[in-house]
């Protein structure tokens, strides 16, 4: 069954650290908000006083609803973040606001429970709601209204919202163009929509196939990899096999399209289409409340080059579009797709069984489903791995964060571990000379290292390494590598080269 869900939210910076850490960039970034804050509502119409003193206030609502929200790690856990309330219950919790017309209003009149992600944040939203206004709330409201419509609107709010949270907060130096800014507008409205022009255009079948083929492999390699863990039991691993077992594969695109006939466009005004396809997005969202979960439904359009794990289904996804270069190669050889994309698929299956998927069963449901001693020592091996990635120096002395980033980082590192076994299996029956003067073992670390090149500025370096549950690309690379043995012996990396680690700092987990 399909749960409501409800969340924190409300800042206008990305995260809530922002608002409250002290250091010399959070102070800026602040500084540099109260200013964007400002220029908005003067570009509204109000004078100078007016809007410094309105940007303040909204300043003020929002860090006192960033000091009572979950930091990204604390949302990390889904047992802090599931709690089941009846509407009479949250009434309780958050009294002061009226929760069955709030429901009644957006279309949820017959709701009877849902998932309060973060009480504490609730409970103190309703004492804070009489902190504040009437006129505050209506322009913080306002506000709200505007940041989420802005790229939709005259060219000065365009570019008010670009010099913030492009130039300010990522270091970019220019606005894309703006056909890409309607294209990109255009494809999350009807994302599936383009995405089976796609498909019909860029995917063949046969690229399908193989993609089943190497899932395949990979879920063979698993499975022997779990067999011969030495830190597991056997009761631990049973289960595990079970669930790797499970595991629902879903490949290119959804073999049920979504229909958008019912969204309206007109030629009105660009922003009017863009509100007019968010009620069309919320009104489906909602109609999924309290009915059976649609198995068949994507979460990613064919188009997307990304992928994802879905612990409370079981379920890894390869849209259509990850399925060509550097991630794939249709003609490559064995050890380059396995170094590319047959190490993002054991990334997402890795995804089930990392510090948050372990959490899941087969079903999907949370459950501690590890023995206390098998969860210990995983939970000391990954530490190894936190401890990695927090002495790695992003940039002058700011540290990467190996608590935030610790289930990518997992997912990484088993992905890498999963898919070299899976090349072995391939190589035994298809053997494989130089190419280029490289061995398969060096191309299947080399395409590794080729999906995650990347050029980047030092502020989006900054904003990535606080806000970005994934390591930097370089650090996606040069940080599980050291702990593969695989890796030593194919460039014989020796003690003193770089990318050398004691014997006794390697990390193995799967």
């Given at each position: 069954?399909?749960?409501?869900?409800?969340?924190?939210?409300?800042?206008?910076?990305?995260?809530?650290?922002?608002?409250?850490?002290?250091?010399?960039?959070?102070?800026?970034?602040?500084?540099?908000?109260?200013?964007?804050?400002?220029?908005?509502?003067?570009?509204?119409?109000?004078?100078?006083?007016?809007?410094?003193?309105?940007?303040?206030?909204?300043?003020?609502?929002?860090?006192?609803?960033?000091?009572?929200?979950?930091?990204?790690?604390?949302?990390?856990?889904?047992?802090?973040?599931?709690?089941?309330?009846?509407?009479?219950k949250l009434q309780e919790l958050s009294p002061k606001i009226n929760w069955k017309e709030y429901f009644s209003n957006i279309g949820l009149s017959n709701i009877n429970s849902l998932n309060v992600n973060q009480p504490v944040f609730f409970e103190n939203l309703s004492s804070v709601l009489t902190d504040f206004s009437i006129d505050d709330w209506k322009n913080y409201l306002k506000w709200n209204l505007i940041r989420k419509t802005a790229n939709y609107?005259?060219?000065?709010?365009?570019?008010?919202?670009?010099?913030?949270?492009?130039?300010?907060?990522s270091g970019s130096l220019e606005n894309r163009p703006r056909w890409k800014r309607v294209l990109g507008t255009t494809n999350s409205a009807l994302s599936e929509a383009i995405g089976k022009l796609y498909v019909a255009k860029y995917f063949p079948p046969k690229a399908k196939e193989r993609m089943k083929n190497l899932v395949a492999n990979l879920k063979s390699a698993y499975a022997i990899r779990i067999d011969q863990l030495p830190w597991m039991s056997?009761?631990?691993?049973?289960?595990?096999?079970?669930?790797?077992?499970?595991?629902?594969?879903?490949?290119?695109?959804?073999?049920?399209?979504?229909?958008?006939?019912?969204?309206?466009?007109?030629?009105?005004?660009?922003?009017?289409?863009?509100?007019?396809?968010?009620?069309?997005?919320?009104?489906?969202?909602?109609?999924?409340?309290?009915?059976?979960?649609?198995?068949?439904?994507?979460?990613?359009?064919?188009?997307?080059?990304?992928?994802?794990?879905?612990?409370?289904?079981?379920?890894?996804?390869?849209?259509?579009?990850?399925?060509?270069?550097?991630?794939?190669?249709?003609?490559?050889?064995?050890?380059?797709?396995?170094?590319?994309?047959?190490?993002?698929?054991?990334?997402?299956?890795?995804?089930?069984?990392?510090?948050?998927?372990?959490?899941?069963?087969?079903?999907?449901?949370?459950?501690?489903?590890?023995?206390?001693?098998?969860?210990?020592?995983?939970?000391?091996?990954?530490?190894?791995?936190?401890?990695?990635?927090?002495?790695?120096?992003?940039?002058?002395?700011?540290?990467?964060?190996?608590?935030?980033?610790?289930?990518?980082?997992?997912?990484?590192?088993?992905?890498?571990?999963?898919?070299?076994?899976?090349?072995?299996?391939?190589?035994?029956?298809?053997?494989?000379?130089?190419?280029?003067?490289?061995?398969?073992?060096?191309?299947?670390?080399?395409?590794?290292?080729?999906?995650?090149?990347?050029?980047?500025?030092?502020?989006?370096?900054?904003?990535?390494?606080?806000?970005?549950?994934?390591?930097?690309?370089?650090?996606?690379?040069?940080?599980?590598?050291?702990?593969?043995?695989?890796?030593?012996?194919?460039?014989?990396?020796?003690?003193?080269?770089?990318?050398?680690?004691?014997?006794?700092?390697?990390?193995?987990?799967?």
């Amino acid at each position: 069954m399909v749960i409501a869900q409800l969340a924190q939210g409300g800042l206008g910076m990305p995260d809530r650290d922002y608002y409250i850490d002290n250091d010399e960039r959070s102070e800026n970034l602040r500084s540099k908000y109260i200013e964007h804050l400002k220029s908005n509502f003067m570009l509204m119409g109000n004078d100078d006083e007016t809007s410094a003193t309105v940007a303040k206030t909204i300043m003020d609502i929002e860090t006192k609803l960033a000091k009572f929200s979950m930091t990204r790690l604390e949302r990390r856990d889904p047992f802090k973040t599931y709690n089941k309330h009846s509407i009479s219950k949250l009434q309780e919790l958050s009294p002061k606001i009226n929760w069955k017309e709030y429901f009644s209003n957006i279309g949820l009149s017959n709701i009877n429970s849902l998932n309060v992600n973060q009480p504490v944040f609730f409970e103190n939203l309703s004492s804070v709601l009489t902190d504040f206004s009437i006129d505050d709330w209506k322009n913080y409201l306002k506000w709200n209204l505007i940041r989420k419509t802005a790229n939709y609107l005259s060219n000065e709010f365009i570019d008010s919202y670009f010099n913030f949270y492009g130039k300010t907060m990522s270091g970019s130096l220019e606005n894309r163009p703006r056909w890409k800014r309607v294209l990109g507008t255009t494809n999350s409205a009807l994302s599936e929509a383009i995405g089976k022009l796609y498909v019909a255009k860029y995917f063949p079948p046969k690229a399908k196939e193989r993609m089943k083929n190497l899932v395949a492999n990979l879920k063979s390699a698993y499975a022997i990899r779990i067999d011969q863990l030495p830190w597991m039991s056997s009761e631990t691993k049973q289960k595990a096999q079970e669930k790797l077992e499970t595991i629902n594969v879903k490949v290119g695109y959804p073999d049920k399209w979504r229909d958008y006939s019912a969204l309206e466009v007109k030629e009105d005004a660009y922003v009017l289409n863009v509100l007019r396809a968010n009620n069309f997005d919320f009104e489906y969202m909602i109609g999924k409340i309290d009915k059976a979960v649609d198995k068949l439904e994507w979460h990613m359009p064919p188009q997307m080059v990304n992928a994802y794990y879905d612990p409370s289904m079981n379920e890894i996804v390869f849209p259509a579009a990850i399925l060509q270069a550097p991630f794939f190669y249709m003609d490559a050889d064995d050890a380059v797709n396995y170094g590319a994309i047959g190490v993002v698929i054991g990334h997402e299956m890795t995804h089930g069984f990392d510090d948050q998927g372990k959490n899941y069963d087969k079903n999907g449901n949370l459950n501690e489903w590890w023995t206390i001693e098998d969860s210990e020592k995983f939970k000391q091996r990954t530490k190894m791995l936190v401890n990695q990635f927090n002495s790695f120096i992003v940039i002058d002395t700011i540290h990467a964060d190996g608590k935030l980033t610790i289930g990518e980082n997992i997912a990484d590192l088993g992905g890498l571990c999963i898919s070299h076994t899976a090349l072995q299996i391939a190589l035994k029956e298809n053997p494989q000379e130089k190419i280029n003067g490289f061995t398969a073992e060096q191309r299947f670390y080399l395409a590794y290292a080729h999906v995650w090149a990347q050029n980047i500025r030092d502020k989006e370096i900054l904003r990535r390494t606080k806000e970005d549950v994934h390591s930097l690309g370089n650090l996606r690379v040069n940080g599980p590598l050291p702990n593969l043995i695989e890796f030593y012996n194919a460039f014989d990396v020796k003690e003193g080269d770089k990318m050398w680690l004691p014997e006794n700092k390697r990390v193995k987990i799967w």
